[in-house]
Structures are given as structure tokens and as C-alpha cells.
């Protein structure tokens, strides 16, 4: 079971952001990401322009597809937090649930095992 947090909510677009803190490798690039300020912006960016549907593949790229619903990547310099897009109650919820760096324009084993595993995973959030 992951544990997810709520980070971001908006009732005006109907749109929140979860985080997985039971992922180790999220909480760490997460955590890494906070400490300079020029990638906090730049995350908060690609958030923002995911919230009213302006992000451009160069910030949010489809990965995959699953029972869940769709994967996709959020980027931030070489960081790539892999993430599951799902429609609850008429919003459109966001699971940040896996970390991996695309070292290639192509996805290897164990990036694509990565983005699997995503299918996988079984919700919980906290403290909503």
C-alpha cells in the first residue's frame, strides 16, 4: 500500500496533487528539489501549467496507461517523477508515485519496470 499526502488543492479547477511518502527515492528527489529555490519554482511551474492544461511535453510527457489511468512524467531538469492521472468525483487528481532520470531518448529496462509498477500500486491517502 503507498502512502499518499496531499500537497496541492484546487477546488476552482478541480484539481489536487498527492505525493507518495512511502517511495523513498520520491521523498529524497522531492526533498532535494526544495532545497533550491530555482527547481521549486520550476515544479511549481509545470504544476500550474498541468492545472489549466498548458504544459507542453518539454514539462509533462505521456508514459503509459494502466487501470488506474495514465502515466505520465513530471520533468524537472534531469528529475522525472513518474505519475498517475486519475479522475475522482469530477477531479482530476494527481499521484506523484515514482522517481527515475531518462538518461536516454528512450525508455531502458529499468525505467520502463519503473513506470510499471505504477498499475501496481494501491492508494491511500493521509490526513485529507
Excluded: P
Amino acid at each position: 500500500m503507498d502512502n499518499f499526502y496531499l500537497i496541492h488543492n484546487c477546488e476552482t479547477n478541480k484539481f489536487r496533487v498527492y505525493l507518495n511518502t512511502s517511495n523513498a527515492d520520491v521523498m529524497k528527489k522531492f526533498n532535494q528539489i526544495n532545497r533550491d529555490e530555482k527547481t521549486v519554482k520550476k515544479f511549481v511551474i509545470v504544476i500550474e501549467a498541468v492545472k489549466v492544461n498548458v504544459a507542453n511535453k518539454s514539462q509533462w510527457n505521456w508514459e503509459s496507461k494502466c487501470d488506474l489511468g495514465e502515466i505520465y512524467a513530471i520533468k524537472v531538469d534531469n528529475h522525472r517523477f513518474y505519475t498517475l492521472v486519475c479522475k475522482n468525483l469530477g477531479y482530476r487528481e494527481l499521484y506523484i508515485s515514482r522517481y527515475g532520470r531518462k538518461q536516454t531518448n528512450s525508455n531502458d529496462k529499468k525505467l520502463i519496470a519503473t513506470i510499471n509498477s505504477i498499475s501496481k500500486i494501491t492508494i491511500q491517502k493521509l490526513l485529507e
